[in-house]
């Protein structure tokens, strides 16, 4: 649809974390197999209720991630997450 399926940081995170999970499971990937995230806040004060979300998709050892505060992101969003899997062999 295009719209955000909330304005909070919080459900922005989840839903986001929800489609990468998606997007890995359809590559035949699991969330085990991502080894490096990025994540993009347009508040870095955000950043811990985050990491809160963050480790609900992820455990140890977690993989590598750097994240950053950028002074916007598109469509107004308050995080964008990038990662990549490690096709298992």
Do not use: H, W
């Amino acid at each position: 649809t295009g719209a955000f399926s909330g304005t909070t940081i919080e459900v922005q995170a989840k839903t986001v974390f929800e489609n990468l999970k998606a997007i890995v499971e359809a590559g035949g990937c699991d969330m085990k197999d991502v080894v490096k995230c990025t994540v993009l806040l347009a508040d870095m004060g955000d950043f811990g209720k985050v990491n809160e979300i963050y480790a609900t998709y992820f455990s140890t050892p977690y993989p590598a991630r750097a994240a950053f505060a950028v002074k916007a992101l598109p469509m107004g969003a308050l995080v964008e997450i990038e990662c990549i899997a490690a096709v298992p062999s």
